[in-house]
């Protein structure tokens, strides 16, 4: 069986190991990424640690569902990641005045994201990932779909394109053209960050958690990137502003200058520190995919960003797109053991659909009924917010205790979907 998987970001390479460790024998599979996706010089190995030291890079919190997933592919993978990680138990939510006004409970794992990438490389052979890109993906009905790419190299057919290609996807285009209900849209809001060599203060240490500070000009965190370096400091800010027009670049030292401007004077003392040595590592432009009315047909099927790109809010970008990748190998494998190759590929990206959506889309209404209000607010909105935090974040401790959006696990989910098709 021929599996092709566009994009070697958390999601591509996540899928890649599930079905290799479900489907047997395993697939033959290819990943193609952009040669700049990631940081990574095709001319050295992926897997070499010190590719990992090179960029630390944005980071990400990857809740326990998703290290459940992890966990079930290779209990070893699971380790290295925790081990590479920063293991929180919860968020702080505080004014710009360094008062606290709720802790939040939830095990999250910060972590630079390309560690977390070098880490699923190590499990995948090497030269799996090859760095060329895709121009087309073409779905054909009743037959097999087609890769092209951009440098003229021949074409590729495969039983399987997984699109986890994000939010620019070449694979949702070739199932949806340009139909503009199934494009991503902007949220307003842009978030810019990155690492910094700063200690880590005595608080973090003994009190590992996630901070979040809130003012009238925006937001601003930090937290520890990994266990191993204590010097290691991750930190963000989010806040409104328009696209640049087409065909330009954010204005790096404009957004910088923003940043000290917005956080100035802010409390406490690591946020001053944080934005005298920053360099603005990082810019994200944040941006959401609609409900879209299937993830896949004839051969192609969407996993990650590329078919539910979520809010930053849901805290669960990375962990539903490996939720994604375990559910999509379960049911194919399951599949194959029933039905010829083609039928169970198109039968896969149905029960596929049949068991994320609803799940996906619970979690996407909630982070979207977060309404970020206007910055600058006045002395009194910005109490509003405060006062609107120190009940939601108690709301959300008490709803935790009945139901918590990490208790999800896609290997009983998917065992009682197929139980009730027996």
């Not at 989010?238 to 204005?251: A, C």
């Not at 999800?408 to 009682?416: G, H, R, T, Y």
Request: aromatic share 10%.
């Amino acid at each position: 069986m021929k599996i092709i998987i566009i994009g070697a970001g958390l999601s591509g390479l996540c899928t890649a190991i599930a079905l290799r460790k479900y489907i047997n024998p395993p697939p033959d599979i290819e990943i193609y990424c952009k040669p700049d996706e990631e940081s990574f010089n095709p001319n050295e190995t992926p897997s070499d640690p010190a590719n990992r030291r090179r960029n630390l890079g944005a980071g990400l919190g990857l809740q326990s569902n998703g290290l459940r997933v992890l966990g079930d592919l290779d209990p070893k993978l699971k380790d290295k990641v925790y081990a590479s990680g920063f293991p929180c138990t919860h968020f702080k939510w505080k004014t710009s005045g360094n008062v606290l006004l709720s802790r939040e409970y939830v095990d999250v794992l910060p972590i630079s994201r390309p560690l977390l990438i070098d880490c699923l490389m190590e499990s995948l052979p090497d030269k799996m990932v090859k760095y060329k890109v895709v121009k087309r993906v073409v779905a054909r009905d009743g037959e097999r779909p087609v890769v092209q790419f951009a440098d003229g190299t021949p074409d590729k057919v495969a039983d399987l394109v997984v699109g986890a290609d994000g939010i620019r996807s070449v694979v949702r285009q070739g199932l949806f053209g340009d139909d503009k209900r199934c494009k991503p849209s902007y949220l307003g809001l842009c978030g810019v960050g990155g690492v910094l060599d700063i200690r880590l203060p005595q608080h973090l240490l003994d009190d590992a958690s996630m901070l979040f500070f809130m003012g009238s000009t925006g937001s601003f965190g930090y937290t520890g990137l990994t266990q191993a370096d204590k010097n290691k400091l991750l930190y963000w800010s989010i806040y409104e502003t328009d696209l640049p027009e087409r065909g330009k670049k954010f204005d790096h030292d404009l957004l910088l200058k923003q940043l000290r401007e917005r956080h100035n004077g802010w409390a406490d003392p690591l946020i001053g520190k944080c934005l005298a040595k920053a360099e603005l590592d990082n810019i994200y432009p944040i941006f959401v995919m609609p409900e879209l009315p299937h993830w896949g047909q004839n051969g192609c099927v969407l996993v990650g960003d590329a078919a539910h790109a979520l809010s930053p809010r849901s805290g669960q970008g990375a962990s539903q797109g490996f939720e994604d990748g375990e559910v999509l190998a379960l049911l194919l494998a399951a599949n194959l053991r029933e039905c010829e190759v083609g039928e169970a590929v198109e039968k896969s990206i149905a029960d596929f659909y049949n068991v994320r959506h609803a799940r996906v889309d619970k979690i996407r209404i909630k982070a979207m009924a977060w309404k970020d209000p206007k910055m600058p607010m006045p002395w009194w909105k910005t109490y509003l917010l405060y006062a609107f935090l120190f009940v939601y974040v108690k709301v959300m401790n008490l709803m935790s205790l009945f139901q918590r959006v990490d208790d999800w696990d896609a290997k009983a989910e998917v065992e009682k979907y197929l139980s009730k098709g027996e």
